[in-house]
């Protein structure tokens, strides 16, 4: 009766399944009999436009300006205006709100020829209105899922107040801290960042694009422009193929296979090509190579900078090389719209290179749903609704929390006690809310942000709290702040000192030529550290500095970055225990600035640094390893790692390797860990890097649990692209490490064999 039962019971689960499958394929060819017809109607709207388009018109689509803002620029905004009526303006960059937008578009769909709706862009790179970490500080939290949530709340907030295109990820792999803008990437490794830039375009491109809350995702900047010489930005690149390929082009390959709509070219030269004149990289491996068919846009003035690099001797020609480089729009630079009509009357700019960059303008507009509704992302209601949503708050708050890295914490000196009685909190970053929002901070309202100081106050009463700024700015060199600070601090039972940058010291051309503390900083600390207290270093910054002396001396140090919105809540949550961190850092921390570059996937060279030997690769007159590595992170619990077990010990080239390892939560308290894979090829055709992150996992451990961690690798993992540039996985042995951070590793070996 029993096996009756079954047999029936399997009857009807295989005749579910087999409803289940015809439904979901009959849905699947529903939902792709829908995008083929929608591609067909696509194609026909951008052919009917482009019949009958004038010159001048196409061209406009290419043209990008900027919105003005200031008492005295209503003439140019009238020109503005009257530039939309006659199609010379295709999208505006910086400008936003529902008004100011619908009051433009209507004019475009409604007062010009064609009736071609415009397109809104801004720089929505951590948040729109609800800020949320650097993207530095969010990478921090190897968190890829949290990175697309951060990004999915910023287009909902940057939709819902009339824009359709973020000019972001910014996706530069950085290895030079000087370089300002690390703190817009997500650090040092193409693994890493390849991870944040796919979930980050899922995150704004949502998925469906002609949705209400979703953005065009702009992958930027292409490419390679971390490797400005010297860190100074905009600044010559001269890199190999196999550095190219290998570490700046993984993350824009990724967001490419996520869907990224847009991509922006890089202000930089590569090896005396500038990007923007890059055809044999935007047309030939982006669009070739990689079938990306979305658009390339400029940069601002990227195009008319073609002079200043010396590639171009005119307006004109810079425009001529840049469209014909496959950069459909022009940022402000006007040579499009002003001097490509002569070059194609003169037979120096083919007009179907014209029409393949408005066909791609056409349809970003297509896809964003425009051509349907213009009107789309005009809605007061949601306007009003979203922006700073208490679940953006929410959210804000606890991707901040795990962002925030440990980098020090001897004596169990944090978690501070919520019962003590007098704390000193010292640092005018503390009470900084404009530094809380870092760089390029969208929409964001230095009164929304929450400041280290307000966190704590909120946490444990008023009158436990003593405030001094001690230095007055970060830059600041004046000392007249110190006595203060000292005479609290020796007061207090334990001090949080805020120290670090504010957010103009990172981002865009802030660039710097020292990593140490700026002003009297470390000063500061010094006498602060003399009063004997137990110290808390609380650091803002936007790239990694070099805090030797804080290591040496401070029994606790937390990297916050900028935070954003809810900084000072997440800081407090971590300061007294709430939140247990378990952030790791995306990028090596140098001991000087004298050893950049450094990061950890470096090669061996022929003479690897050995301490006791001269004649090997380090310095003279300081250790040649970082001050802190890259993944480093430390936890109020500690972790142990044990058993890595490789299955099977031997695979073929197209195998895959199952990789498990023991993972112990030693300590008494819950916390997260991330569990990091590196590998190492032994032997290769061409030099290997000493280590390569491969995977990784934040998982959460309750305090002694034990887990087994499993991953698993395959060829994508172990090719490289060998002496021809051709991508291969070559028998050998490698190295397989697991570990807590880059250096602190468990290892085993295994073998690729040739059949
Ligand atoms: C930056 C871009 C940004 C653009 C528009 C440029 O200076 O390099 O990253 O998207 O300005 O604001």
């Not at 475009?108 to 729109?128: N, Q, W």
């Not at 120096?348 to 056409?362: E, F, H, I």
Request: proline share 4%.
């Amino acid at each position: 009766m029993m096996r009756i039962l079954d047999t029936c019971k399997s009857v009807a689960l295989i005749f579910i399944l087999l409803m289940f499958l015809r439904i979901s394929a009959q849905a699947q060819s529903q939902q792709s009999s829908n995008e083929i017809f929608a591609a067909m109607r696509m194609e026909s709207i951008v052919d009917s436009l482009l019949a009958k388009m004038t010159l001048q018109e196409k061209l406009g689509q290419l043209n990008q300006f900027r919105w003005v803002y200031g008492e005295n620029e209503e003439k140019i905004r009238e020109q503005y205006r009257a530039f939309v009526k006659e199609g010379k303006i295709g999208s505006f960059l910086g400008i936003f709100g529902v008004e100011k937008t619908r009051e433009l578009q209507r004019i475009a769909v409604e007062e010009s020829r064609l009736a071609i709706p415009l397109l809104f862009a801004f720089d929505v790179i951590h948040g729109f209105r609800t800020i949320f970490p650097v993207p530095l500080g969010e990478a921090a939290s190897w968190e890829p899922a949290d990175a697309e949530k951060s990004a999915r709340i910023a287009a909902i907030e940057a939709a819902a107040s009339g824009l359709h295109w973020t000019y972001a990820p910014m996706l530069d792999i950085a290895r030079d801290p000087r370089w300002g803008r690390v703190v817009e990437g997500a650090g040092e490794d193409p693994y890493l960042g390849s991870q944040m830039a796919a979930a980050r375009v899922r995150g704004f491109q949502g998925a469906d694009l002609t949705a209400e809350n979703t953005l065009l995702a702009c992958a930027k900047h292409f490419v390679a422009y971390g490797a400005a010489e010297g860190g100074r930005d905009y600044n010559t690149a001269d890199i190999s193929e196999r550095t190219l390929r290998e570490i700046f082009l993984p993350p824009f390959k990724a967001a490419s296979d996520a869907g990224v709509a847009t991509v922006m070219a890089a202000f930089n030269e590569i090896a005396g090509i500038p990007m923007h004149a890059h055809g044999q990289l935007i047309n030939g491996v982006l669009r070739d190579e990689w079938n990306f068919p979305g658009l390339v846009v400029s940069d601002f003035t990227g195009i008319l900078e073609l002079q200043n690099h010396g590639v171009a001797g005119t307006r004109a020609d810079a425009g001529i090389l840049a469209l014909k480089a496959g950069v459909d729009i022009d940022m402000v630079s006007s040579s499009y719209l002003e001097d490509l009509p002569e070059a194609v009357r003169q037979g120096k700019m083919p007009m179907s290179v014209v029409d393949a960059a408005v066909a791609r303008v056409l349809r970003l507009k297509f896809q964003a749903g425009l051509f349907d509704d213009p009107f789309r992302y005009q809605n007061d209601e949601r306007e009003q609704n979203l922006l700073l949503h208490k679940n953006h708050l929410q959210a804000a708050r606890e991707i901040a929390r795990k962002s925030i890295v440990l980098l020090k914490n001897e004596n169990q000196t944090l978690p501070l006690a919520k019962s003590i009685k007098n704390l000193a909190v010292i640092g005018a970053l503390a009470n900084d809310n404009r530094a809380a929002l870092g760089s390029w901070h969208g929409a964001g309202r230095d009164e929304d942000a929450v400041t280290v100081l307000r966190g704590i106050r909120e946490v444990i009463p008023e009158e436990n709290i003593s405030f001094a700024n001690g230095y007055e700015n970060p830059e600041s060199l004046d000392k007249s702040g110190f006595a203060e600070a000292v005479a609290l601090a020796a007061k207090s039972e334990a001090v949080v000192l805020v120290l670090g940058e504010h957010g103009g010291m990172s981002g865009e051309a802030s660039n710097r030529s020292s990593l140490e503390l700026p002003g009297v900083q470390n000063q500061l600390a010094a006498a602060i550290h003399k009063t004997g207290k137990p110290v808390v270093v609380v650091l803002m910054n936007g790239r990694p500095l070099s805090i030797n002396w804080l290591d040496q001396n401070m029994p606790a140090i937390l990297e916050t970055w900028f935070l954003g919105t809810e900084m000072g809540h997440a800081v407090a949550d971590v300061l007294f225990g709430d939140y247990n961190p378990g952030g790791k850092l995306p990028i090596t921390f140098p001991r000087s600035v004298g050893q950049i570059p450094l990061y950890y996937n470096h090669k061996n060279t022929g003479r690897p640094p050995l301490k006791e030997v001269l004649w090997t690769s380090k310095y003279i007159d300081i250790d040649w390893t970082p001050l802190y590595p890259f993944g480093f992170g430390l936890s109020y619990t500690t972790f142990a790692y044990s058993n890595i077990v490789l299955n099977p010990k031997n695979i073929s080239p197209s195998g895959t390797l199952d990789v498990r390892v023991t993972v112990t939560n030693t300590g008494k308290v819950d916390g997260d860990e991330v569990v990091q894979l590196y590998i190492r090829d032994e032997v290769g055709s061409v030099t290997r890097p000493v280590k390569q992150l491969r995977n990784f996992k934040r998982l959460f451990f309750k305090a002694g649990e034990t887990k087994t961690v499993s991953f698993e690798l395959d060829a994508s993992d172990f090719s490289f692209y060998n002496a021809a540039m051709k991508k291969v996985v070559e028998p050998g042995y490698f190295t397989v490490f697991v570990g807590g951070n880059s250096q602190d590793v468990i290892e085993a070996r295994f073998e690729i064999r040739a059949h």
